[in-house]
């Protein structure tokens, strides 16, 4: 079952803030005690010279998202559980959580729609901070989901040239109307 659905099943959603760097461990205890949970994760590559490490991090650090009922009316959800949940949010307007939180799902299950958001679409100008072309401003020609790359086209020195580059490399130039 995709997170769309399980968003759609619950009637209203809150926000559990947790103790520093426990969401996933909140979320798997949740989960097991049979409450409905969201935890939004985006994947971050880091490389040094010899290693490359790819971790899932909490789109919202320090929150985890879950039924309201079914979490205040579970008596499976273990107390070492409850030891690290520090608040329970509830939203003014349930609907737009919802909504909001759909949108955020339906974002992070399509990773062309990922990129455009988070780099923009083809067309549009990004800078490279990192690698070989570090500080260049290039124009987006293609996303490639797949594999986490951009291929830009870079103008240099007059000349034009068309490099695939990783997406960790990129950020969105901030274009001055």
Same mark, same amino acid.
């Given at each position: 079952?995709?997170?769309?659905?399980?968003?759609?099943?619950?009637?209203?959603?809150?926000?559990?803030? $947790?103790?520093?760097?426990?969401?996933?461990?909140?979320?798997?205890?949740?989960?097991?005690? /049979?409450?409905?949970?969201? %935890? =939004?994760?985006?994947?971050?590559?880091? !490389? $040094?010279?010899?290693?490359?490490?790819?971790?899932?991090?909490?789109?919202?650090?320090?929150?985890?998202?879950?039924?309201?009922?079914?979490? !205040? +009316?579970?008596?499976?959800?273990? =107390?070492?559980?409850?030891?690290?949940?520090?608040?329970?949010?509830?939203?003014?307007?349930? +609907?737009? %959580?919802? +909504?909001?939180?759909?949108?955020?799902?339906?974002?992070?299950?399509?990773?062309?729609l990922l990129q455009e958001r988070v780099y923009g679409v083809i067309g549009d100008t990004? !800078?490279?901070?990192? /690698?070989? %072309?570090?500080?260049?401003?290039?124009?987006?020609? !293609?996303?490639?989901?797949?594999?986490?790359?951009?291929?830009?086209?870079?103008?240099?020195? /007059?000349?034009?040239?068309?490099?695939?580059?990783?997406?960790?490399?990129?950020?969105?130039?901030?274009s001055i109307a």
């Open positions: 079952m995709d997170e769309s659905t399980i968003i759609d099943e619950v009637g209203r959603w809150a926000a559990l803030r $947790t103790a520093a760097r426990w969401e996933k461990a909140v979320t798997e205890q949740l989960a097991a005690a /049979g409450v409905p949970v969201f %935890l =939004p994760l985006l994947t971050r590559v880091s !490389r $040094t010279k010899s290693k490359t490490q790819t971790a899932q991090l909490p789109v919202f650090p320090g929150y985890v998202f879950c039924g309201e009922r079914e979490y !205040r +009316d579970s008596t499976r959800v273990p =107390p070492s559980c409850r030891k690290l949940i520090a608040q329970l949010l509830r939203a003014p307007d349930p +609907d737009q %959580l919802k +909504d909001e939180l759909r949108s955020v799902a339906d974002l992070l299950a399509n990773r062309q990004v !800078r490279i901070v990192g /690698g070989p %072309l570090a500080g260049s401003l290039g124009t987006i020609l !293609r996303l490639k989901p797949g594999t986490r790359r951009v291929l830009i086209e870079v103008s240099f020195l /007059g000349a034009r040239m068309e490099a695939t580059v990783e997406e960790r490399l990129l950020e969105k130039a901030v």
